[in-house]
């Protein structure tokens, strides 16, 4: 408890000091001493969807503080088509850290975007690539609905909860977020996998793992007990060989199928490939379930495998010989045409629209040159140009709703998140199927509405009762109430055409002339729904 | 060839009977019109207000969406012939050879030495006396014997291939080159929809299936049709229904890349949907279902059917997964039967309400097993499987036959000899009305098989 007091101390620690800083951002409110009062002398706004105040404190408060502008909202620009390789040479302001986040992690909490911008490009890539130490986890603790501890190895949902709240409070978002591609990169399902611990565990892999060599995290999610029981590597026998892992390790790990104009591999290759695997078991009983997984090599053929190699194969650039198990992924990632898959499946998860050849190849040979490392890659990716001025990106639904949980500053309280993550179409740790989710179909009038109910939990906390809560200010005019729906998510910047139909909304929720008892719960819908409906705009569905 | 003749209706009755409608709707517009309020209860528009006054969702759609002068021209639109077509989806590849089973092949039982269906089990399958149906597929066997099912035990394709995704892509955009954006039924949908109209293509699962993927009219994916509101905390009338048409306005905005114009069209289309549904609440089906969660969609597919919903192309995915490389019998009697029941009482159900003359259902998998089964008692994936089209106006003959066992592709796989293709056009031309040229590429070079009685 010493710990958390000490943590919190700091915190507010921090937050003085950058309030008293001109120009940064001016919340949430900071404790001030009594005799202290903040007055406003005026605001300035450079464009990036926050109004920045000009203050001083004084002895006695501010008779009149004056009204908080509406943000200058955001002239859509069309995105740029594919740019060459290189590093984003244009402005890092709050905009593009915010856009850096929404990519590489889950979003800004309150008040972050302002601090990484001021950090520049590459310090602000870093501070993500490059984290120091263990992740710490900042922010209450996360519950379910009757207030107690998750049970993620073992309850329903409660895995999601587990690793939402890891998303919702690490210190390190983009090794949540890589363990995240990789999740779906790999992608295993409880629905085949016996325990969740095994899942969970496995996601383990991917945190450790996500910014080291490709080539060991392939060999450790070859052996790693929740694949060997999703693509039965652990029924795979020399007598009775089990393709399924080795036809995946070869079409969604890391070759891809249907490349042009030459196949990765043949159905010959991926039956090779198979008996080279064969040898993991595990054992099973009533008290443990499955567990003590192994390479037994009683179980490993030693026959010659010729994988990539001789004239069944596409690309004949290996001997016939007696493969190991773990020579098998290596052979894959040996492959001429691994490289730019791994780099274009890799892009794909943080810039929508394909690289350039260019860029392809130089990620490519960025790649190769450095022994399978994923992390100069990431790094190169999240510096590019087309990261900044490309087309937005439709964020999967729990990078929504994990961001949206960030900028209203709440923590995993409620147990929903499960099962409104599973509607709106990305329950963690249940992905559709082995190709992970379709990153292509996020949005229809299924998972649209899920997100809108993602909202509506959301909001459940925060919003203003109109019937039996404190009265709501009677008299609040049209642009005071977004400016304060606006301020409840943080500020986040608007294109111009949906803050006017926001605007339009505000100014038309009720009729005019409203009964005086009318006045109070009107307002407070209103407020309510100004809230839903930016959460729920196109500018936070993008990122 | 059918004509292509799209904008008109085709069946005299239906259109009478929607005219009426529409006129009946037509009469209700003043005196809703003159500044009465909305009615009570969050979110419920004038539309969906009027469409519960007239009765017919169908026709008030058509109303409140088109400019008068469009009013009965769209509704005839939104009508084209009012036939359905269901597919239904058995995800993982199916095992045919467990479906409809060879067990009058000597080589069977020994391909199969854990998984082969007995001698006496089922029941014989009349057109094939060699193969017999597995116990769970009963009902389907019963409907087969009424000349409702018509069934391909070996359908496929050249150059079989066995990734699940690479195949069953194939299958949902109709055509074997990978790539293509729109689905096989999104292309019909694009070329006789209507812009304003989601339930032409419904997806009943929680996501959008890829066969009713279209260019640019609007489909519609609904988990469950009876429960489809957006609530918000704290918000109710007045503020409601303007806060209802805000969010719809974010959807009709131009879109300038393309994940915009992604979340502008969901954000439409959902926001349409939300109104269209309004009126869509409890009911009891005229025939029992099975008590599960794939009857529940069927048996409000019907309902929705019964009411005269426009709904043209309908998608759902059987319960449970079919990709058993271990230990299949464990789940595959079981989640064939959950189908099978299911698809017996929708059948049933739609003969009650006289509405099985225009429903059929096409039922397809990515591809078949292999023939020998693997030493974790189950089958890798293989190339020739099994599909249904099923209905009381399906022709109900066999297409293709069982292509035997003593023969197999150079993987080792069933031979295919009827082509997915083929029966999509047939389908298309003979149950849809629509040529199949432009739809399926290739078309004019794929066999027809007789589908349609």
Known sequence: MAEVAQLARKRRKRKKKRKKRPGAQQQPQPPQPPQKYKHVLGYTDPGDGLVRETVEWRDTPQPNPPPRPLPTPQSPQPPASPQPFGVYQGPFGRLQAKRLLDRAGFGARRGEAVGLAQAGLQAAVQSLTRPAGAAQLTGPAPHDDDGNPLAPADRWGHDHLWWLDRMVRSSQPLVERMALVFHDWFATSNAGVERQQHMIDQSNLFRAGCLGSFLTLTVNVTKDPAMLQWLNGNENRKNAPNENYARELMELFTLGADREPTPAYTENDIREAAKGLTGWRNDWSPELGSHNFRFDPNRHSTANKAIFSGPSSTFNVNPAANWNWDDVPRLCLEHPLHASFFVEKLWSYFVPQPPSADTRDALASIYKSNAYAIRPVVEAILMHPDLYLGPPMVKPPVVFTASLLRALGRGVDTEAWAWLGDMAGQQLFWPPNVSGWDDDRWLDTSRLRARWLTVTWALEESYFDPWNGPDYDPAEERDPALEKALEALDYPPLRVEHHNELLSFSGNAFPASLASWQKSPYRAMRQNALQQLIAISPDLLLG | ?453
């Open chain 2, 1 to 453: 060839m059918p004509q292509r003749n799209h904008n008109c209706c085709s069946n005299y009755t239906r259109s009478e009977m929607l005219r009426a409608s529409a006129a009946q709707a037509g009469k209700g517009l003043p005196a809703i019109e003159t500044g009465m309020p909305l009615p009570a209860g969050t979110g419920l528009s004038r539309r969906t207000f009027l469409s519960r006054s007239a009765g017919l969702a169908l026709a008030v759609y058509g109303a409140g969406k088109l400019p008068f002068a469009a009013f009965e021209d769209g509704i005839a639109h939104a009508a084209t012939n009012g036939r359905i077509l269901v597919s239904v989806f058995f995800d993982g590849g199916i095992d045919s050879m467990s479906v409809l089973a060879p067990t009058g092949h000597p080589q069977y039982a020994g391909l199969r030495p854990t998984l082969a269906l007995g001698p006496t089990e089922g029941t014989a399958f009349a057109e094939d006396t060699s193969l017999r149906w597995h116990p769970s597929a009963s009902p389907l066997a019963t409907l087969h014997g009424e000349g409702k099912v018509s069934t391909f035990p070996a359908i496929g394709y050249t150059s079989p291939n066995q990734s699940h995704f690479t195949s069953r892509h194939f299958y949902e955009i109709g055509e074997l080159e990978v790539g293509a954006r729109t689905g096989w039924l999104g292309r019909y949908i694009d070329r006789t929809g209507a812009d304003d109209n989601p339930l032409q293509g419904l997806s009943l699962d929680g996501s959008l299936s890829p066969s009713i993927a279209t260019a640019s009219m609007p489909v519609a994916a609904v988990d469950d049709v009876t429960d489809y509101d957006m609530y918000t905390h704290g918000v109710g009338d007045p503020v409601a229904a303007p806060m209802y048409n805000s969010f719809g306005h974010f959807g009709d905005l131009p879109a300038d890349s393309e994940p915009m114009g992604q979340v502008r069209n969901a954000t439409a289309q959902t926001s349409d949907l939300r109104e269209l549904l309004a009126t869509f609440e409890g009911f009891t089906p005229p025939v029992a279902y099975p008590n599960t969660n794939f009857g529940e969609k069927l048996s409000g597919l019907a309902e929705m059917i019964g009411r005269g919903m426009p709904l043209s192309c309908v998608t759902v995915s059987a319960p449970g997964g079919y990709d058993t490389h271990s230990d299949q019998a464990q789940s595959f009697g079981n989640n064939l039967g959950r189908t099978c029941d299911a698809i017996y009482a929708f059948q049933r159900d739609l003969e009650a309400r006289g509405e099985d003359d225009r429903v059929l259902m096409e039922v397809w998998s990515e591809f078949g097993r292999r023939p020998d089964e693997n030493g974790s008692a189950g089958t890798d994936h293989g190339a020739a499987g099994l599909a249904f089209v099923i209905g009381t106006r399906a022709a109900g003959e066999m297409v293709g036959e069982f292509p035997g066992l003593t023969s197999f592709d150079h993987d080792d796989n069933l031979l295919w000899n009827s082509d997915f293709r083929g029966m999509y056009c047939s389908l298309f031309e003979q149950w849809l009305e629509e040529d199949a040229e432009g739809l399926i590429p290739g078309a004019s070079g794929l066999p027809r098989y007789t589908l349609v009685s």
